[in-house]
């Protein structure tokens, strides 16, 4: 036993302060809303995939993660559940507002970068040139990937070279 482990660390009670508990049971529960809000999208079959898929199949495997996060929480002592701040819930779902009301009128090229430069005020231990070479990095692979690999109608910089 380490030396700042306590025989209560295994008690049923300190199981819901542990860091891997809660943690998986946040991810549960993003599965299954995924999964509900998925619902009523057709599977289809793997000869013919429908679109509900990729969402049904990525929200059971999300929620096989979290499962596997409950139950390591039993198996291994896991750090404490210690207080945390709203800072960075609160500035990546500002990220993702801001990459939906931008990326229309402003274009990929915009709301790509934007996003993850909002995102990085989150923590305390961003690297600015790292952040700032990643997101034209990744805006980069969404273009390729988005525009002209799957041919989709997302506007990349209206302002400049039109729709």
Request: aromatic letters at 10%; a negative charge; one cysteine or more.
């Amino acid at each position: 036993m380490a030396p700042n482990e306590t025989n209560s660390s295994r008690s049923p009670t300190a199981i819901w302060l542990r860091q891997d508990f809660v943690g998986g049971l946040v991810v549960i529960a993003v599965a299954l809303f995924a999964f509900w809000q998925a619902a009523d999208l057709p599977i289809g079959t793997l000869g013919g995939m429908g679109p509900g898929m990729l969402p049904k199949s990525l929200a059971v495997l999300f929620g096989l993660l979290g499962a596997a996060l409950v139950l390591d929480s039993f198996l291994e002592t896991s750090l404490p559940l210690e207080p945390w701040s709203i800072r960075g819930p609160v500035l990546v779902a500002l990220a993702i507002v801001a990459f939906g009301l931008t990326v229309r009128p402003l274009g990929l090229v915009v709301a790509g970068p934007l996003a993850i430069v909002i995102a990085a005020f989150a923590s305390d231990e961003v690297h600015w040139v790292e952040t700032i070479v990643v997101g034209v990095l990744m805006t980069a692979v969404c273009v390729g990937l988005f525009k002209f690999a799957l041919g989709l109608p997302i506007p990349l910089a209206p302002w400049l070279i039109g729709y």
